[in-house]
């Protein structure tokens, strides 16, 4: 099993949905928990991080659940610019981070 | 942004011949990290460093080597490149909090 699954996707929306993308982990002493996005060809870049509370960011809210060892991400009100890849980032307690390959995103007119 | 740059953005290089890629920050980060990315297989860790002359293997370290004599420079050399480490290089930084911040990626290809 791999360290951090994503569903690869692409998720094919319309402007104004919603959508959300789930991450499972493997590695339950995990501490860290982020959200990147990256646009074709270029750098991630940091999306949110992941609390046990729960994160919310205007359009975009992140979650944690320790139990079943997963995090997620919800999309409201989906816009065009939000086409791209969002990578689940998951820290073991080292400052050696473990990527998932991504989910892609389209947000289609 | 985070302070990041990496040089040169672009590379062709031969077969067989040694490549250095420069990442360097002014953000003054303890630790500082070179991924490589290929369809298919995401972000693979090459090397790392946890300070000046620290530094460690990653998973795909095998044809790479790594210096960093200053806080502020990481620098990766495939000491001689082979048509399979064509990719596009990132460099990322992180302080205490476990947040990457990615540079702008250098895209070598090896002919």
């Known amino acids: 099993r791999k360290e951090v699954e994503q569903d690869p996707g692409p998720f094919n929306v319309p402007e104004g949905a919603t959508v959300a993308f789930n991450c499972t982990y493997s590695?339950?002493?995990?501490?860290?928990f982020f959200w990147y996005r990256q646009d074709c060809r270029k750098e991630p870049k940091l999306l949110m991080s992941v609390y046990s509370s729960g994160n919310e960011d205007g359009r975009f809210t992140a979650q944690l659940n320790r139990a079943s060892q997963y995090i997620s991400l919800l999309i409201r009100d989906s816009k065009l610019s939000d086409s791209a890849t969002y990578l689940c980032v998951v820290n073991g307690g080292s400052y050696i981070p473990t990527f998932g390959r991504g989910t892609s995103l389209i947000v289609h007119p | 942004d985070a302070g990041i740059t990496q040089s040169p953005r672009h590379k062709v290089t031969e077969t067989g011949t040694p490549v250095t890629l420069r990442c360097h920050q002014t953000?003054?980060?303890?630790?500082m990290y070179w991924y490589r990315q290929d369809p298919g297989h995401g972000l693979r860790l090459i090397h790392y460093s946890y300070g000046v002359k620290d530094t460690d293997k990653g998973e795909v370290s095998d044809g790479y080597s790594v210096s960093r004599s200053k806080t502020e420079d990481f620098l990766l050399t495939l000491e001689s490149a082979t048509s399979s480490q064509t990719s596009v290089y990132f460099c990322a930084i992180s302080a205490e909090t476990y947040e990457q911040y990615f540079g702008p990626g250098t895209r070598l290809t090896v002919t």
């Open positions: 590695n339950s002493a995990s501490q860290s």
């Open positions: 953000e003054n980060h303890r630790y």
